[in-house]
T-cell receptor
């Protein structure tokens, strides 16, 4: 059974700082990695997906994928209090068991 | 744009009770999903449906039934609520399958007394 390991469990950064999250797949047969963000009391919202080695930048958010090590990271620069939320990574696996597997999440707190 | 509506927002049930959660989407998406969210365990797939009247089991389907009678709606039934159970049930939809972005509703919060 595929698993997605996410770290750290929680993170606190000052306003304007850099927040970084990590995620590793247990299975090499992933197609995409996704990053979702969930504010308290809401459903998760997709931030971005990545499937090629290297960096993908969207505004203040940068994802980095290393397929050889099955590792993806997300970096938020110039963090804002509104970025305080639960961040999930997820991986899409193909083949006969097509599915999306979520990590356990990282709780980010951005202190003003 | 579109929206996913989940009802009810909060659900308090008794042990052994059958409980039904409802989800509606106006994205005109083909695929709909039900996930369970427990603290510290991420999201786990209960059921999904790729089209009207289709049902596919996820990893957590035992103890649940689902129904997709219309393209726009997907309901989930907890067949026998477990005492002290507390979880958030999230409905989502996507254009086609797992390779597409999933759009989530706000969730139904379940507490079983």
């Amino acid at each position: 059974q595929q698993k997605v390991q996410q770290s750290p469990e929680s993170l606190s950064v000052p306003e304007g700082g850099m927040a970084s999250f990590n995620c590793t797949s247990s299975d090499r047969n992933f197609q995409y990695f996704w990053w979702y963000r969930q504010h308290s009391g809401e459903g998760p919202k997709a931030l971005m997906s990545i499937f090629s080695d290297g960096d993908k930048k969207e505004g203040r958010f940068t994802a980095h994928l290393n397929k050889a090590s099955l590792h993806v990271s997300l970096h938020i620069r110039d963090s804002q209090p509104s970025d305080s939320a639960l961040y999930f990574c997820a991986a899409t696996y193909g083949g006969s068991g097509n599915k999306l597997i979520f990590g356990t999440g990282t709780l980010l707190s951005v202190k003003p | 744009g579109g929206i996913i509506t989940q009802t009810p927002k909060f659900l308090i049930g008794q042990e052994g009770q059958k409980l039904t959660l409802k989800c509606q989407q106006n994205f005109n998406h083909d695929t709909m999903y039900w996930y369970r969210q427990d603290s510290g365990k991420g999201l786990r797939l209960i059921y999904y449906s790729i089209t009207e009247n289709d049902l596919q089991k996820g990893d957590l389907s035992e103890g649940y039934d689902a129904s997709r009678e219309k393209k726009s709606s997907f309901s989930l039934t907890v067949t026998s609520a477990q005492k002290n159970e507390m979880a958030v049930f999230l409905c989502a939809s996507s254009i086609e399958g797992f390779q597409d972005t999933q759009y989530f509703g706000p969730g139904t919060r379940l507490l079983v007394l």
